[in-house]
């Protein structure tokens, strides 16, 4: 669920910003445990926050590979 996240907010700070997007990851699933730990729906664990954090990062990674492989495959428009 947290991959779509990644690389969203990857796309959103253009790939520069590796701290900022697992940043966000981590407290987007913090927030849901803590959510789920207080209004005691569905079980509070740490690897949730753990794997979620994971995602955010797999999907910035997919994000900057998307833009690598954007920028070998279209050439740069010649300046004149």
Same mark, same amino acid.
């Given at each position: 669920m947290f991959v779509p996240i990644g690389f969203l907010a990857g796309c959103l700070w253009h790939g520069k910003d590796f701290k900022k997007v697992i940043g966000l990851g981590l407290v987007v699933s913090l927030v849901i445990e803590l959510g789920q730990l207080v209004?005691?729906? $569905?079980?509070a664990e740490i &690897? &949730?926050?753990i794997h979620n954090?994971? $995602?955010t $990062? !797999? $999907?910035y !990674?997919?994000?900057l590979s998307v833009v690598? !492989?954007?920028h070998k495959l279209i050439p740069k428009k010649a300046t004149h």
């Open positions: 209004f005691e729906k $569905g079980v &690897d &949730d926050v954090t994971l $995602g $990062g !797999i $999907g !990674i997919i994000t690598w !492989i954007w």
